[in-house]
């Protein structure tokens, strides 16, 4: 299932996009040549963001991989991103054959690399809508066509929130998106912050919101607050390197300025 939406399909190539600039950071190469000079901009600042979107992704990978063997069945990611394999169905599908993803991203050059997202395991299914996390209800609207609502969801929002400005109330869009899931879902969420370094990160805010990105970076406190109301799984909220690294081979340097979490509904 695909949703171009009304004309939103068409690629804007005079600015950059956040998606593209982290296809360039995992060095792809479906971005253009402003993604790529917002990107280096980024890269001359904080030269280490390459390391960084590895380690989300590795994190992603991880993070997925425990909730698949937990017996979640479902998963809703939103903030796609483009398709870099393996992609969150290829791992849980290699761990539960009939897992069903569901993808959301709001960057056209996602939806002409859509075929990529929906080659599932054949006992299982993936499906893509077109939309941003702002539009929480044609999200979850579509996402009914392919997951049980009454059944556990996983929601992933790895490495979007940070590109959601507080004037977009980030904790009311996650709010939201959990209220109609079961009880037993789980929200799994990484975030940039500034703790370390806030000079540097003003600095990158700057670049991403000068292309058009409402990024802002957040404290550890700010980011735990998005867990409200729900049950971390241990180690609770910690840098990504220190999660589960155990859960794969891979998992970035301490140095990595990356919160992430996940936790279930009760």
Known sequence: ????????????????????????????????????????????????????????????????????????????????GIPTEPNLHQIVQGIVPDARVVYADHDPIVLRHAEALLHSAPEGKTAYVQGDVRESGKILATARETLDFTEPIALSLVALLHLVADEDEPGRIVRELLEPLAPGSYLTLSHATGDFDPETWERVVEVYRKGGTPAQVRSRGEFSGFFT??????????????????LGDRHGGEEIPLYVGVARKP
Not at 25 to 32: A, H, I, P
Not at 235 to 246: R, S
């Open 1 to 80: 299932m695909t949703d171009a939406g009304s004309g939103t399909d068409r690629i804007d190539t005079s600015k950059p996009h956040s998606a593209r600039m982290y296809d360039y950071f995992l060095g792809g190469k479906d971005n253009y040549p402003v993604d790529s000079a917002a990107a280096e901009q980024v890269i001359s600042l904080f030269p280490a963001v390459r390391d960084m979107a590895r380690t989300n992704r590795w994190f992603m990978h991880r993070a997925s991989r425990l909730l698949a063997e937990r017996g979640v069945r479902q998963f809703l990611d939103i903030g796609t």
């Open 229 to 246: 109301g729900l049950e971390l799984v241990d180690p609770g909220v910690v840098l990504a390197a220190q999660w589960h690294p155990e």
